[in-house]
């Protein structure tokens, strides 16, 4: 196994949003764990930099890509060398994940900040414009 500290980082942020999009909250270790099959000490290793055989990096990959719904799904090359938190805005207070440029995430997170002073009627009217950027 090689360490690549950007896997690492990848997969705790795939981790968090895939919880987001499933329940609300993050997926916890053990959780992820149950999920693909294998022993929580084996998450933390991954989460540590440890780049998982080429079957289980592509098992990863399938498995985030499914559950964050996504039409372009996240490769291993993706998993190994970008910083896939730039492609992604997660909404919490939504439980919404949302695949974007990167040059639109500022723009993004700015007007969802802003968001809470604005009337009901105001802000789905912002929601509809957003959900049209981000397609």
């Known amino acids: 196994m090689r360490i690549n500290k950007q896997f690492g980082r990848n997969l705790r942020f795939l981790r968090y949003a895939s919880g987001i999009i499933m ?3 993050g997926l916890s270790q053990s959780e992820l764990a149950k999920k693909l099959g294998v022993a929580r000490k ?5 989460e540590s930099g440890q780049v998982p055989s080429a079957r289980r990096l592509t098992d990863l990959c399938e498995f985030f890509s499914h559950h964050l719904k996504l039409e372009e799904p996240i490769t291993p090359d993706d998993m190994l060398t970008k910083n896939i938190e730039d492609y992604f805005m997660v909404v919490p207070e939504r439980g919404e994940v949302h695949r ?3 040059e639109f995430k500022k723009f993004l997170r700015d007007l969802y900040a802003r968001a809470d002073k604005l009337t009901p009627n105001d802000l789905e009217k912002i929601m509809k414009i957003i959900d049209e950027l981000l397609r």
């Open 100 to 102: 974007v440029k990167p």
């Open 23 to 25: 329940r609300g909250n």
């Open 42 to 46: 084996t998450i933390v290793f991954w």
